[in-house]
Every structure is written in C-alpha cells, then in structure tokens.
C-alpha cells in the first residue's frame, strides 16, 4: 500500500465526492482571498438570474429593448391599428421604395375631384369644361385630366351597360394610398368662401355706406339679402366668370336633369364592335361559306318540291353490296355455263364411242 504523494501546488486541498460531478467547496479552515470571493458571487449572481429567467425567451440585446406583447399592443403598436386618414402607406416610411429612394409617386386623385372634373366637363365642354380649363383650375396636367375624363366616360357607358364597378375597393385604395379626404376638401372650400364672402361684404358695406350717406338710406348687403330669401346651397346657381362665386368650382354648374348630354364614347364603342365583328367574320374557318349579300327572290304560292333523305348513321351501311352482289352471280353463271358446256361435251363423245362399239359387235 502505497502512501501519500507529495505535491508541489499551494492550491488548499479539495475532497471528491461520489455522488456529485463538481468539486467541493474549499474547507472551512481555508480564507479566501477578495479577488476568489468577488469571482464566486459573481458566479452565484449570474446562475441566479438564468435559473429565474423563464423558458422560451430570448437572449441578447434585442430581448432587453422589446417590451413585452401586451404593453407592445397598446403602446408602439396602436398606431398601426387603424390606417390615418389621408396619410397614405404610412406602415412603410417615408421611402416607399428603398431601391429607388427619389421615386415618390404621388396619390391618386380621390372621387370627388373626378366627379367634380367630369361635371364640369359635361356642364361645358368647349368653355370653363375644357381640358386645358380643368387642368388650371385645378392645378392637374392636363395629360392627366384628358385619362380621367376618357374613364369616366368609360364608366359611364359600363353603368348603361349594366357592369359591375369596383367602387368600393377604389374607394378603399384611395383612403391606404393617402388621397386627400373630402373633409379636408370641404374646410378648404369653406375658408375659401368665407374669404370671398367676408371680401364682398366688405365691398357692399363700402358702397352702401356711401351711397346711404348720399341718398340718407341704408342699403342691405348681399349676404343679408340671400338669408332673407332663404336660398340653400345645393341650389343651382348660374355660374358668373370673373366673380367671386368662381371660386367654389364646378359644383355650382349644374347641368338641368332632362338635358343630358350626348354620349362620347358611344359612336366610337360602335364603330369599333363593327370593326371587330367583320375581322372577326373574314377570319378562315373550316365550316361552310356563309352566303353574305344573298339576292331576295320573290315568294311563289306553289309548294317547293320536297324529299326526304335518311342521314342516320346507319344509312350508307349497305351502299355498294348490289352491284357487288350482281357481279358475284354474273361470275357464277359464267363458270356454271363452262362446266354444264364440259360435262355436255363428255357426254357426246362417251355416247359416240357406245354406239360404235355396239355397230362393231353386230358385224
């Protein structure tokens, strides 16, 4: 039995144990140093919070900024919830796309400003309806205003012909893809005639004034005078070019109901259905020529003469079997001819070789 063996490590012995795979902790008899006593509550720091972090979440610096789900929801995430109005794709940032950062198209013009380009087109289309009018007034090129009045024409020949629109999809395009609402249309609209209104006022009053200090009456303005009479909005009012009233737009040219306008499109849509349809008629085929442009003949008061002919399937199942038939029985007779003509023949000469037998035996 061998005894101890001596080392050469100051290191404080440790004992091993069976049942564990880690050594044990140093005797109680052994200091530490500091430096060994911070490592060793650094170490039982750290499996401390990894033995209190739950299963499943993830490590790294991401996992520290992301705040949980729930705070995420009702906090960043709100604001992605419901789309704003007149923002336009606002989930992908002010670059729409990132491999061509200088292309920002912009929105598509909303519903009301085609309705609004069209009505006025429709109310005059030589004068203040013009493309070219349109696309001042409106601050629209006119390439651009010239397609929007070509579809709505369209539109409206499909309405006639009882086409289905996708309006309402459009309607929801124009709100993701940030289209001014008509709200915002309106408070412009509405500022704008208050400016004219308040400008007017301000001139009738001037004028008034003066004229009621030369005549010693009050004159009532125009603003006074149209609540009097009551007048609403939605009433058609004569458009006047050069006035004030100029600046709501189209919407005060209103076109009478039973005026309605001749259609645009419809001679060109015919036109070309009849074009398509006699390309469509010369194209070769491989059924029988259509007789086109046949003559008229005058009707008679006799009956035409009829016949009636099988064309079943099983009408040319026997065609050619008598003529086959008939020249099988003419071969037959040939050769029954030949062989009764053979047999005749035998017959004659056995008769003839009897007969002189019989005269030689008798003399």
Known sequence: MRGPVASSSRLPLRSISTSSSRLATPAPSAVPSPAARSAISEDRASRSSDAARPRGSGSGPRA??????????????????????????????STPFP??????????????????????????????????ALSTRFHIPIDRVEAVLRLCALEKEWVKERRPLQTHFASSMERLLG??????????????????????????????????????????????MQMQRGMKEDEPVPS??????????????????????????????????????????????NGPRK?????T?????????????????NSYAGAGVAGRNEARRVRRARATA???ATIEGRRSRLEERVQMAREARQA
């Open 99 to 132: 491999l061509n950062p200088t292309f920002k198209p912009s929105p598509p013009l909303p519903t009301y400003t085609r309705q609004a380009l069209w009505a006025a087109h429709i109310a005059e289309p030589k004068g203040s309806g013009a493309p070219r």
């Open 240 to 285: 006047l070019p050069g006035s004030s009233a100029e600046i709501r737009g189209p919407y005060r040219e209103i076109v009478d109901e039973g005026n309605e306008p001749p259609s645009i499109l419809e001679p060109a849509l015919h036109a070309a259905n009849v074009a398509r349809g006699a390309k469509l008629a010369a194209l070769p085929s």
């Open 64 to 93: 520290a900024i992301m705040p949980p789900f729930e705070r995420w929801i009702q906090t960043a995430a709100k604001q992605y919830k419901l789309p704003p109005m007149g923002r336009g794709p606002f989930w992908i940032g």
């Open 338 to 340: 030949k062989r009764m």
């Open 297 to 313: 003949t005058v009707g008679t008061r006799v009956r035409a003469p009829l016949r009636i002919a099988d064309v079943g399937p």
């Open 179 to 224: 289209s001014p609402v008509e709200a915002t249309l309106n408070k412009q609209r509405a500022d704008r005639q208050k400016a004219a209104s308040s400008s007017d006022a301000s001139s009738s009053n001037a004028a008034s004034s003066s004229n009621g200090r030369a005549s010693g009456r009050v004159t009532p303005t125009a603003q006074t």
């Open 291 to 295: 007789v086109r442009d046949a003559p």
